[in-house]
C-alpha cells in the first residue's frame, strides 16, 4: 500500500537492553541450567529452588493484576491457600493423588477468584486493596473455622507419592509445572486480552470508550490470577506434606506484592527476580535472626524509600549509567 | 433464647464501640490521605501494651488504668505523627502500592519489636475499681465494664462529630474528605493538616487499645483481627465518614456477637454478607459519597 | 411511563426530555436534540450550561434522572457506554485522553483489537495484527509519521488527531466532540477543523461538538444548539441563531452583539 516499510507496531521492546534472538538463547540457557540444578546442588538448597520457583509462579500471577491491569489487590494468597487445599482435601477425603489434584486447582481458584471477583472489581484502587483484603480474611478464617473439612488449624497432611518424594523428582515436578505455567502466563501478557488490560491500567476511561467492558476484563485477569496462584498453592502444599491456613494469611498476600516490586512490575521476568530476591532474603534471615519480621520490615523500608523501581529496577538503572559512562 | 440474644446484642454493642474508635482513626486518615494504613492495627497494639506496662508500673487498677488512658494515645499520636512526617511525606507521590507496602512493613516492625520489649506472653489488664462488677440487664448480668464502653464509645463519637463541625481543624479534614484536590487551593497547610489527621487518627487507634485492653487479652496478633474488621467498618460506613463507622462498627460488632451464638467459628462470615450485601447496593458505603 | 416512540426523521441520535440532577442542582432540565445523519451539529451555552453533561449522557457516561436516549431505532438509555462505544457512538474528551504509555500505532491498533472483540481472547496474540488498518488510520489524521513514538510525548494537536484516529477505530457513525480546539494553536486548530468537516462530509459520520471559540462554531456547524443553565435555549441554522435576540441576550450578555 505504501512504498516505505511500515514501522513495527511493537518497539523493540526494552530495545535498549536485549534483542529477541539473545533474549531466547539466555531464557533457554536457564531453563536447561534449571533441569541441571538437581544434579549439582544439594538437598536442603533443592529445597529452596522448589520454594522459589512456587513464589515466582506466585508473583507472576500476582503481577498480572498490579503490574498489567494496575490492581492492587492484597488478597492473593487466599487463591493461593485454596490451591493447597484442594490438593489436601482431595487427597483426604477422595484420596486422589496430589498431581491429579494439582490439575484440579486452578479451576477451584479460579471459581472462588470469580465470586470474590465479581464484587471486588466494582470498586477500584485503595479500596480494592482493603477489600480484597478483607475477603481473604473471610476465606482464611472458613478454612480455620471448618474443622470437618478443613482440619482447622491444625492443617491437612497431604501425601505425594512415592516417584514425588526425592526432592530430586519433586524439584523437576515443580520445575516443569511452573515453567508451563509460566509460559501460558507469558502468552496470555502478550495476548490481546493482556493489552487491553495494560490499556485499563493506562487509561480506564478511554478504555471504556474504545468499547472495552472494563470490570469484565478486571475480572477475567482476576479470575486467572487467581487460577495460577492456586496452582503455585497445590505445589506448596506436597512440599511442606501439610496445607496449613496460614497458606491464606494476609500476611501471605503481602508477599507477592512485595516480590513484584522488588523485582519491578513492568517487566514479565521482574516478579521472578523479586521471588529470587525474596526467598533468599527470607531464608538468610530466618537462619540468622531472632526477629526476623523486624528486620525484614526495616529491609522493605528501606527498598521502598531509597529504591523505588525495586532492586532490580537499580541494578538496570546502574548497568545503564555504566554502559553510557563506557560509550 | 431471647434474652440472651439480646444480652449477646449488646455485649456486640460494646465491642462494637471499641471499633468504632479504631476504625474512625482509620476513616479519618483514609478519607484525607487517601491511604489504607495497615500500621492502624499496630497502633492500637502498642496502646494496648503500653496500658499493661504503665497499669503495672502505677501498681494500683485504677490509677493505673486512669493513667494508661492518659498516657499511651498520646504516644501513640506522637509515633504516627513521627511515621507520617518521616516515613509516608516521603512517598506521597509514589503510586498507592508503595504506601500500602511502607504501612504493612511498619506492621511487622512493631509486631516484632512488641516480642522484642514484651515477649510474646499474653498479658491482662484489670479492670478499674467499679467497674469490674456487673449490673443485672432483664435478669442477666451484664459487665459494667462494657456498659461503660458502650457509653464513653457514644461520647466520643460526639466529641468527634463536635470536632469535624465546630472547629477549623475539622471543617478542612471534611473538606479534605470531600474534595482531595481542593484542599491545597484553599491556601490550607496540606503538610500540617496530614500530620496532624494522621496523629488523630493514630491516637484513636490508640485509645481503642487502652479501653480494649481490660476486656480482651493483650497479645500479639490483635493487630491483624482489628485491622481487617476496621477495614470491614470503613467500606460498609463510606469512606471519611465518621458516622457511617459508627453505623459500620456497630452493625459489625453486634452481627459478629449475635453470629457466635449460632456459628461460632464462623461468625465473621456473617460480618462479610453484610459487607456484600452494602456493596451490591451502595458501593460507596452507606454514608458515603456518590463520585 | 410509555417511552414516547422515536419519530421517523432520519435522526441518528435523539435525546428526548433529559433531565439530570445531581442532588439539587439541575444539570438538565428537560432538554430534547436530535442529531441527524451526516451533520456538524454544535452547542453552545456559557459555562454551566450542561453541554459536557449532555455529551455525557449520550455516550453513556452519565445515566439521565428522566428522558431516553435512541441511536437509530435502538433505546440506549440504559446500555452502559462501552456497549455505545461498540455501536457506533465515539467520543473526544475536553483533555485528551489517550494511552500516554503506549506507542502512537499501539494506541490504535489497541483501539482496533478493542473494537473487533479480539481482546476478549486471552491467547490471541496481539503482535503485529491490524498493522496496516492502525497505520492507515494514523495517516487519515495526517500523523502517520509519528507512529513509533509515546504517545506522551505528543504536542496538544498531535494528540488530538491520535484521539480521532483512535475514535476512528470503530468506524463510528457518530462523535461526540468535548472542545475538540480547546488549548491549541491556530494552525493546529484548522487541522483539526479540516478532520471534522471531511468525515462529516465524506463518510457521512455526525460529528456533535461543543465549543467555546464562536467563529468557530458560526463556520462549520449546519446546525447549532444554543444552551442555557441546563435548558435547551434555541436550536437553528448559524444564521437562525445569530438573528435570536433570546440568545443575545442571555449568552451574549445584554445588548452586547459586536462578535454574533
Redesign the interface.
Known amino acids: 500500500m505504501t512504498a516505505q516499510p511500515l514501522p513495527p507496531l511493537q518497539p523493540a521492546a526494552g530495545s535498549a537492553a536485549l534483542s529477541m534472538r539473545t533474549k531466547t538463547v539466555i531464557v533457554g540457557g536457564l531453563i536447561i541450567g534449571l533441569y541441571l540444578l538437581p544434579f549439582v546442588l544439594g538437598e536442603s538448597y533443592l529445597f529452596l529452588s522448589i520454594d522459589f520457583l512456587i513464589m515466582a509462579l506466585f508473583a507472576v500471577s500476582y503481577n498480572l493484576l ?1 503490574g498489567q491491569a494496575g490492581m ?1 489487590s ?1 488478597g492473593h494468597a487466599a487463591y493461593y491457600g485454596l490451591g493447597a487445599y484442594t490438593v489436601a482435601i482431595l487427597f483426604n477425603k477422595l484420596a486422589v493423588p496430589v498431581y491429579i489434584g494439582l490439575l484440579a486447582s486452578p479451576f477451584i481458584a479460579g471459581a472462588i477468584a470469580l465470586a470474590v471477583g465479581w ?1 471486588a472489581v ?2 477500584t ?3 480494592f ?3 480484597t ?3 481473604g ?2 476465606l482464611h ?2 478454612v ?4 470437618g473439612f478443613t482440619g ?1 488449624d491444625d492443617g491437612l497432611p497431604v501425601m505425594p507419592p512415592d516417584w514425588l518424594l526425592p526432592a530430586r523428582n519433586y524439584y523437576l515436578f515443580v520445575l516443569t509445572v511452573t515453567l508451563v505455567s509460566l509460559a501460558a502466563l507469558r502468552l496470555i501478557t502478550l495476548s490481546a486480552f493482556g493489552t487491553a488490560l495494560n490499556a485499563i491500567r493506562e487509561n480506564r476511561q478511554r478504555a471504556i470508550f474504545v468499547g472495552l467492558g472494563v470490570r469484565n476484563y478486571e475480572l477475567g485477569a482476576f479470575v486467572i490470577a487467581g487460577a495460577f496462584a492456586g496452582i503455585a498453592g497445590a505445589m506448596r502444599a506436597p512440599l511442606q506434606q501439610m496445607a496449613f491456613p496460614s497458606l491464606l494469611h ?2 501471605q498476600s ?1 508477599e507477592p ?2 516480590m513484584a ?1 522488588a523485582g519491578g512490575i513492568y517487566t514479565f521476568a521482574g516478579p521472578i527476580v523479586g521471588a529470587a530476591i525474596f526467598v533468599f532474603t527470607n531464608f538468610v534471615i530466618t537462619t540468622y535472626s531472632e ?4 528486620v ?3 529491609i ?2 528501606l527498598v ?2 531509597y529504591l ?1 523501581g525495586g532492586v532490580a529496577g537499580a541494578v538496570i538503572a546502574a548497568w545503564e549509567r555504566l554502559r553510557r559512562r563506557a560509550r | 433464647m431471647m434474652d440472651e440474644i439480646l444480652i449477646q446484642a449488646l455485649s456486640g454493642l460494646s465491642r462494637g464501640m471499641v471499633l468504632f474508635v479504631v476504625a474512625s482513626g482509620l476513616t479519618l486518615i ?1 478519607g484525607t490521605m ?3 494504613n495497615f500500621a492502624h492495627g499496630s497502633f492500637y497494639m502498642l496502646a494496648a501494651f503500653l496500658t499493661y506496662s504503665v497499669a503495672t508500673m502505677v501498681g494500683d487498677r485504677t490509677w493505673g488504668f486512669l493513667a494508661a488512658l492518659c498516657l499511651a494515645p498520646p504516644i501513640v499520636a506522637g509515633v504516627g505523627a513521627l511515621i507520617e512526617w518521616g ?1 509516608l511525606k ?2 506521597a507521590t ?1 503510586p ?3 504506601q ?3 504501612t ?6 512493631v ?3 512488641i ?2 520489649l514484651w515477649g510474646s506472653d499474653y498479658r491482662t489488664v484489670a479492670r478499674p475499681a467499679g467497674l469490674d462488677g456487673a449490673i443485672t440487664i432483664l435478669d442477666m448480668p451484664f459487665p459494667t465494664y462494657n456498659a461503660m464502653l458502650i457509653l464513653v464509645g457514644v461520647l466520643i463519637a460526639v466529641g468527634l462529630h463536635l470536632l469535624l463541625t465546630r472547629t477549623r481543624f475539622g471543617k478542612t479534614i471534611r473538606a479534605a474528605v470531600a474534595d482531595g484536590e481542593m484542599i491545597g487551593a484553599l491556601g490550607v497547610n496540606v503538610q500540617r493538616l496530614f500530620t496532624g489527621v494522621f496523629a488523630l487518627g493514630a491516637g484513636l487507634a490508640g485509645l481503642g487499645g487502652v479501653l480494649a485492653a481490660p476486656v480482651g487479652s493483650v497479645s500479639l496478633g490483635i493487630d ?1 483481627s482489628i485491622i ?1 474488621e476496621s ?2 467498618v ?2 460498609i460506613g463510606g ?1 471519611g465518614n465518621v458516622m457511617g463507622a459508627l453505623i459500620g462498627a456497630v452493625l459489625i460488632g453486634v452481627v459478629h456477637a449475635v453470629g457466635i451464638l449460632f456459628v461460632p ?2 461468625a ?2 456473617f460480618v ?1 454478607i453484610a ?2 450485601a452494602v ?2 447496593i451502595r ?1 460507596q458505603g452507606l454514608l458515603g459519597r456518590n463520585t | 411511563m410509555t417511552a414516547p416512540s422515536p419519530s421517523p426523521s432520519p435522526a441518528i441520535v435523539s435525546v428526548t426530555s433529559v433531565s439530570m440532577h445531581f442532588g439539587g442542582f439541575r444539570a438538565l432540565d428537560d432538554v430534547s436534540i436530535d442529531l441527524q445523519r451526516g451533520e456538524i451539529h454544535a452547542i453552545i451555552g456559557p459555562n454551566g450550561a450542561g453541554k459536557s453533561t449532555l455529551l455525557n449522557v449520550i455516550s453513556g457516561l452519565l445515566r439521565p434522572t428522566r428522558g431516553d436516549v435512541h441511536y437509530g431505532d435502538q433505546r440506549i438509555t440504559h446500555v452502559p457506554p462501552h456497549r455505545r462505544a461498540r455501536l457506533g457512538i465515539a467520543r473526544s474528551f475536553q483533555i485528551t485522553s489517550i494511552f500516554t504509555g503506549f506507542t502512537v500505532h499501539q494506541n490504535v491498533q489497541l483501539a482496533l483489537l478493542a473494537q473487533r472483540g479480539d481482546c476478549r481472547h486471552p491467547f490471541r496474540l496481539t503482535g503485529e495484527r491490524y498493522r496496516d488498518e492502525a497505520h492507515e488510520l494514523l495517516a487519515r489524521v495526517q500523523i502517520a509519521g509519528m507512529g513509533a513514538r509515546m504517545g506522551g510525548e505528543l504536542a496538544a494537536g498531535d494528540r488530538k488527531r491520535l484521539e480521532f484516529a483512535i475514535a476512528l477505530a470503530g468506524d463510528p457513525q457518530v462523535l461526540l466532540l468535548d472542545e475538540p480546539t480547546a488549548g491549541m494553536s491556530g494552525a493546529e486548530r484548522e487541522i483539526v477543523v479540516g478532520i471534522i468537516r471531511s468525515l462529516s462530509a465524506e463518510r457521512q459520520i455526525s460529528v456533535l461538538f461543543t465549543e467555546h471559540d464562536i467563529d468557530m462554531v458560526f463556520d462549520n456547524a449546519h446546525r447549532i444548539t444554543v444552551m442555557h443553565q441546563g435548558r435547551r435555549l434555541v436550536q437553528g441554522t448559524p444564521a437562525a441563531v445569530r438573528s435570536d435576540p433570546r440568545v443575545r441576550d442571555v449568552y451574549l450578555g445584554e445588548g452586547d452583539d459586536a462578535h454574533v
Open positions: 498490579l492492587l492484597f464484587f466494582r470498586v484502587g485503595m479500596y486493596a482493603m477489600l483484603l478483607a475477603f480474611q473471610l478464617t472458613v480455620m473455622g471448618w474443622y482447622g494476609w500476611s503481602a506484592v512485595l516490586l526477629y526476623p519480621l523486624l525484614f520490615g526495616v522493605v523500608l521502598v524509600l523505588p | 483514609f487517601r491511604i489504607a516515613l516521603r512517598i509514589r498507592h502500592q508503595y500500602l507496602i511502607l504493612y512493613a511498619i506492621t511487622l516492625i509486631a516484632d519489636g516480642k522484642m491483624s481487617i477495614f470491614a470503613i467500606i469512606v467459628k464462623l465473621i462470615a462479610f459487607l456484600c456493596l451490591l458501593p
